[in-house]
């Protein structure tokens, strides 16, 4: 595996933050179902266009942090659910959650853009929010690419770009949405070093998705007023916060 700076400075701040994190996302609260919706559950954004079939199809999901979405898919009937992920301490997570739900999961070390999973092993792909994060995109799409089957879905879910150029609270706009897509977010004070995040345009993505070997189906900008659960106006729900795009391995 490639380690560069980049890589290993990542690394080392999700496994710093990945307690406060999870805390956040209420992993460690008793409750039926994961704390988060896995992409595929039925409150997933429009399920009845684009959620594909889970039961009984091997599902990976790639920066897969506390296992949700990993934990979700097995719930839905995978038949084999792989959850990647760069730092020891959220998959340290995953496998509790894993307990917690009682499922059959896999949870793995690893990097997007040289993932440790065997070529065509896979019907369905995913990533939530975690690409953002990846320098190498291209690289990441095509190790996506690689561990589908032809015929494949993937679904990768990031930020929406539009939505991170408006400042949730105020409404202010902060960025040009064209400018330079990398930018750091500090995590808190307490942190030694910031976040580096890349936001790039709804075209960039898809035109990386086409390049890596993908048929790009659907565009799906939830409306946060339907699905984000504190949003109830304001400057949050004026632009989209989540973009998930849908494709099919070609
Ligand atoms: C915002 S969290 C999202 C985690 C999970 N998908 C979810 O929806 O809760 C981003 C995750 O991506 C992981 N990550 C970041 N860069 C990565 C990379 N290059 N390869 C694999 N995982 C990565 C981080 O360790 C972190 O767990």
Known sequence: MA????????????DEWSDAFQALWNAETATDAPPTPSPFGPDAPDPERVVPAVESAAVAELGCGGGQGTVGAALAGADRAVGVDLSREQLRHARRLREYCGVDATFVHGEATSLPLATDAFDV????????????????LREARRVLRDGGTFLCSVPHPFGEV???????VDRRYHGDSRRTVEIDESYDADMVVFDRPVGDLH???VDAGFAVDAVVEPDPLDHAPNVDGGPAAAVPRDLRLWATAT
């Open 207 to 209: 035109r990386a998705l």
């Open 166 to 172: 408006v400042d949730g609270e105020s409404g202010e």
């Open 3 to 14: 380690v560069t700076d980049p890589y290993r400075e990542n690394r080392r701040l999700w």
């Open 125 to 140: 792909a995913f990533t939530e929010w975690a690409f953002q994060h990846v320098a190498d995109l291209d690289a990441a």
